[in-house]
């Protein structure tokens, strides 16, 4: 595949880091089942569900673009943690001084750096450890996929889909639903979740895939509305809301992602517009700075702020979503101007 032809990855970024700000934005009002009207809240289960293949997206993109390349593993190593050990500290530190102002607490600079090395400070930080664990594995992965015939990766993704999708579910399913619980002894974690995702980001690209469902991008958002009335209905069976569905091993978020790489990878070949360059080129900063602007809006100054909570969901998220994403660019698209701040966010 040639590199014009692997255009449609930068469009699978634009449209994934979109996706993750609606999900941040969205998820704290879908929270409110509790607390709010009964159609407020399924559109905030809507937009929850359309933001839910976001991160699988970003993971399939990386796995198209690192498993096809050859390259020394130590230049590959070198390359890779060199670009996210900074930002992973800055964003960080950052980050837990902002959870330690929201909690009242007052831990010291020693306390703070251990908690980095404890795990995510923040919750969409999570996304370096699971990154670390890709990077560290991919070398490995490369020579395995590069040397595996068509049919033996597909024979790999269906035993990751197996246990790791099915299995699981079926199982959550039937306690829900039955009160019947069921486990086999084979350990369901293996293959890892998103190590799963990775090969398959490299099976879509290279191989693709034959569907002969039409108009898949319907189908991306008929899949998330069902998501959000698969949740209600559960909620209403079991009395709290479960996300049993809405989670990156659900089989339905497995369908969206995959739907939605194979829309964007069928529909166009060529360049991508200058705007659109430019999100994707901003798109790992905005994911990091995004829930900064979340939470500053919410704050506000004065009398003034923003909050997808303060009025009809169907108004309220859409702009909150849009401002924060309008503003993150911003900032990022600034700070890669800047020769030594760009580091901590490219």
């Known amino acids: ?76 190593y070198k390359k890779r943690f060199r670009r996210i050990l900074l930002p992973m500290f800055f964003w960080s530190f950052i980050f837990a001084l902002l959870w330690q102002w929201q909690l009242g607490e007052n831990k010291s600079i020693i306390q703070l750096i251990l908690k980095i090395f404890a795990g995510p ?7 370096f450890y699971m990154l670390f664990g890709i990077y560290i594995s991919t070398p490995f992965f490369r020579v395995l996929v590069q040397n595996l015939a068509k049919k033996q990766v597909e024979l790999l993704l ?23 619980d069921f486990s086999i002894g084979i350990q369901q974690n293996f293959p890892d979740l998103y190590l799963g995702y990775f090969i398959l980001g490299y099976y879509l690209h290279v191989y693709g895939m ?10 991306f958002f008929i899949i998330s509305v069902f998501q959000a009335f698969a949740s209600a209905a559960i909620y209403n069976k079991v009395g709290t809301y479960q996300e049993l569905i809405i ?34 080129n901003a798109s ?19 009398k003034y702020h923003l909050d997808a909570k303060i009025s009809d969901t169907l108004i309220s998220i859409p702009i909150t979503w849009l401002t924060t994403f309008l503003l993150s660019f911003a900032l990022i698209a600034l700070l890669l101007k800047i020769p030594y701040l760009k580091k901590i966010v490219s």
């Open 210 to 219: 034959a569907l002969k469902l039409k108009k898949l991008g319907q189908w």
């Open 247 to 280: 989670m990156p091993y659900s089989i339905t978020v497995l369908l969206q992602a995959t739907i939605f790489f194979l829309w964007i990878k069928n529909r166009q070949k060529y360049s991508i517009p200058h705007w659109m360059q430019s999100i994707s």
């Open 158 to 180: 269906l035993i990751w889909i197996v246990f790791r999708f099915i299995l699981p579910g079926a199982a959550g399913q039937f306690h829900i639903w039955f009160n019947f």
């Open 1 to 76: 595949m040639n590199e014009l032809e692997g255009q449609y990855l930068n469009r699978v970024r634009v449209f994934a880091i979109m996706m993750i700000v609606l999900l941040h934005v969205s998820a704290p009002v879908r929270d409110q089942w509790h607390a709010m009207a009964t159609a407020n809240w399924f559109v905030s289960a809507i937009f929850d569900s359309i933001g839910r293949a976001g991160v699988p997206l970003f993971v399939m993109i990386s796995g198209a673009l690192l498993l096809p390349k050859k390259e020394d593993w130590v230049f590959f």
């Open 121 to 127: 400070t923040y919750y969409h930080l999570w996304y």
């Open 284 to 302: 790992f900063g905005i994911y990091l700075i995004h829930p900064l602007l979340i939470e500053g809006m919410r704050i506000g100054i004065g």
